[in-house]
């Protein structure tokens, strides 16, 4: 058995001129709440993307749990896509239900928790619900499955300040006591910082630092010292 | 691959019917369904004053319905094509099943809603036939059995053909996400030209039995009234249909570009 949840060594991926990924090796370890950390464009969404078998590197290797990632190994994976929408026409209940029947693992008792904990009321119907609502729907639908591995891309966004640290705070007591690798992108870092264990940081396709988010802070201070010292010279660059 | 969860999906493509992009600028559920009516009322009015035209056939009618192998085409291209219309195609693409499987589950619960138009459509006809009859006494029940008999054959020739034109329609709309994109406007010329073939080629390759001749009522409505090579190319048409799903399975799993 692997002890990383993802391992990938020299990956690459372009479409078209763009780089998404320019040589990024990364080894996550399992069991920790993990945060990949970047810019907008540094290859995040790719790199998610690529553990969820939608798109392949051009060249490199990547495992998740210790598999080449596909549709197979997406019945260990519960993954928001990035800038993701539900069914318009389903109310909440049908949602879970649809999770229940498709996605491996969703506890259908555990999403009608977490969306009372959430205040997300089982009858309302998506295309009524304001984006922040649809996020949090969206959210326990990942959260809700017990699977070895949870990849959410900007799972925050549209989620208004306030609700956000509550909905943080429940994600916290609720997974504390299982067994999962998640894996979050954000760029609400201020709220969550407190949340991750480890910290993958990215920028221009490659890894800039990752490792245990106490040996960050110790050599580094706060997330936001973190991003301000590492991104300098792509905020100088971006600036001139 | 658990039969139970590809039947799940297949209701699920059946009876999904928002697609976001679109209603943003259309109307509700209950305004469509009046200017549905609305249509449908202006449409029997006006046939109605036609039908007292002289020579006035009702198999005539059948020619209205000549845009419906376009229509299914479009039903096919928009199954998918919602997908990204809902910004849903994320949770639709990494389903823990084989993109074959997700895209054969798309095609056949919009195999099963084009069903239920070409039915519908064959209803509406019984309707407005039993009420020509009732308004119009030149007509005679023999007028309305070749009515409905040429509308099932035409219908149930559409039925028999709406697997492969939903594949095609299907194919069209993916590739756009696909590294072939730039494709697709060379599918399109492909797709339609091939459309237009049809409807013009065939009426001139035979000359005796085509849906012209049949809507005009120049030859007599039988149940088949079609060369049985028809049905032939339609079984062939089903093998191409699974070939195509099967492409499809193997373009989103190698070619995606997102």
Not at chain 1, 109 to 135: C, F, N, P, W
Request: glycine residues 10%.
């Amino acid at each position: 058995m692997t002890d990383w949840a993802v391992k990938g060594e020299a990956l690459f991926k372009s479409y078209g001129d763009n780089k998404a990924l320019s040589g990024l090796d990364l080894a996550i370890p399992k069991n920790k709440i993990v945060g990949i950390l970047g810019p907008n464009g540094c290859g995040k969404s790719t790199l998610f993307r690529m553990m969820t078998g939608l798109v392949k590197p051009d060249s490199g290797t990547i495992e998740v749990l210790g598999k080449t990632p596909g549709w197979r190994t997406n019945r260990e994976i519960a993954y928001l896509p990035d800038r993701a929408r539900w069914y318009p026409n389903h109310s909440v209940r049908q949602a879970f239900q649809w999770a229940e029947s498709f996605f491996p693992g969703f506890e259908i008792e555990s999403a009608v928790k977490l969306a009372r904990y959430m205040d997300i009321d089982l009858h309302l119907t998506v295309k009524g619900m304001s984006r922040g609502q649809e996020a949090r729907l969206m959210l326990i639908l990942c959260i809700a499955r017990r699977v070895p591995l949870i990849v959410l891309d900007e799972p925050f966004s549209g989620i208004d300040v306030i609700s956000r640290e509550h909905i943080i705070d429940g994600i916290i007591d609720f997974i504390g006591e299982r067994e999962q690798t998640i894996l979050i992108s954000t760029h609400e870092i201020h709220e969550i910082e407190g949340m991750f264990e480890y910290v993958l940081l990215m920028d221009k396709g490659k890894a800039l630092w990752s490792g245990d988010i106490e040996e960050l802070r110790a050599q580094h201070g706060s997330l936001h010292t973190v991003f301000r010292s590492f991104y300098k010279r792509s905020v100088i660059t971006n600036g001139s | 691959m658990a039969p139970n969860v590809f039947w799940k999906l297949v209701h699920h493509e059946f009876h999904w019917s928002g697609n976001r992009r679109k209603s943003k600028r259309k109307l509700s559920g209950k305004w469509w369904a009046a200017h549905i009516i609305f249509v449908i009322l202006l449409g029997f009015f006006i046939l109605t004053m036609f039908s007292g035209s002289k020579g006035f056939n009702l198999q005539n009618l059948w020619f209205f319905s000549l845009g419906l192998p376009f229509a299914i085409f479009f039903i096919g291209y928009g199954t998918v094509k919602k997908e990204w219309d809902n910004e849903t195609q994320g949770w639709w693409l990494s389903l823990p099943y084989s993109r074959s499987f997700i895209t054969g589950a798309k095609l056949l619960g919009s195999l099963l809603q084009t069903w239920l138009v070409l039915v519908g459509v064959y209803l509406l006809a019984v309707v407005y036939g039993l009420y020509m009859i009732a308004v119009d006494s030149h007509l005679a029940i023999t007028d309305l059995g070749a009515f409905l008999l040429t509308g099932f054959a035409w219908i149930f020739t559409l039925v028999i053909f709406s697997p492969l034109i939903l594949a095609l329609g299907m194919s069209l709309s993916l590739v756009v996400y696909t590294e072939y994109r730039p494709v697709t406007p060379i599918l399109w010329v492909v797709y339609m030209g091939a459309g237009s073939f049809f409807y013009w080629g065939y009426g001139n390759v035979n000359k005796m039995q085509n849906f012209y001749r049949l809507f005009t009522g120049e030859v007599a409505a039988t149940w088949f009234p079609f060369p049985f090579y028809i049905y032939g190319l339609a079984v062939i048409g089903w093998v191409f249909t699974y070939l195509i799903v099967r492409y499809l399975g193997g373009l989103l799993e190698k070619k995606l570009a997102l």
